[in-house]
């Protein structure tokens, strides 16, 4: 589409499927004095960036196939380890001897979906340091919009809900606090508050998605139930 160079530029700027400020003030510079127009060239740039981080998705879940462990999962149930009975992926424990299951690769990824967003908010950061981002995001808030914020939501919500007895408790834990809002009428929208608030319903969406699976599935799990129910009544979820 481009010169050569310019190509050239874009392929290596791209390799790692990140595109930092310094690297976008290096490409505009270079297109403009190419008398390229910057907003097409900005739409192509974008293309090109989610074409990468796709392809490098597709080859990290193919490597993962060939090198996954066997399951004990069988569609949507599993095999448990104490007996050998088949019980829903949901239930947290076994209705044939009471194991309870446990999922520490789950747990792992509860802590990956909080580098996620850090790593949101240090993309935010950085792009703050540049003028022409900062002018971008002002504009963008001004009229109703903000790229890092939408990116959290669709992080949160697609976010796997957890199907052991701990992790549900652990999501739940880390997101209720999140989930609720800060400040009141007057003040929900200062600063320090209107950040926090905008992702709340966000969680609270997540949060019920894992209360409603949770009391139709572990019905069997009453004191594990009761912990949870603690947790909806702190959101006003019945």
Not at 13 to 22: C, F, H, N, S, V
Not at 107 to 123: D, H, P, Q, T, Y
Request: charged content about 30%.
């Amino acid at each position: 589409m481009y010169d050569e160079r310019i190509e050239k530029l874009i392929e290596l700027a791209l390799a790692d499927g990140e595109l930092t400020e310094k690297e976008k003030q290096i490409l505009y510079k270079k297109a403009e004095d190419a008398g390229i127009d910057l907003d097409e060239f900005e739409m192509v740039l974008d293309a090109k960036l989610f074409e990468k981080q796709a392809d490098m998705k597709k080859a990290d879940a193919a490597a993962a196939a060939t090198s996954a462990p066997k399951s004990d999962k069988f569609g949507d149930v599993k095999k448990c380890p104490g007996c050998g009975a088949i019980a829903q992926s949901f239930q947290t424990k076994c209705p044939d001897c009471g194991h309870e299951f446990s999922n520490i690769g789950a747990n792992v990824s509860i802590g990956k979906l909080f580098e996620m967003l850090n790593a949101c908010e240090a993309e935010r950061k950085e792009a703050s340091t540049n003028i022409l981002s900062v002018y971008g995001s002002m504009m963008n808030q001004a009229l109703g919009g903000d790229k890092i914020t939408e990116k959290k939501k669709s992080i949160i919500s697609g976010f796997p809900i957890p199907n052991t007895k701990d992790d549900i408790l652990e999501f739940l834990s880390l997101a209720i606090p999140n989930a609720k809002q800060k400040g009141n009428f007057m003040t929900k929208n200062q600063p320090e508050n209107k950040s926090h608030n905008d992702l709340a319903p966000t969680w609270k969406s997540k949060c019920e998605q894992i209360i409603m699976k949770a009391k139709f599935s572990m019905k069997e799990d009453k004191r594990t139930l009761e912990e949870i129910m603690a947790y909806a009544n702190e959101l006003g979820i019945k």
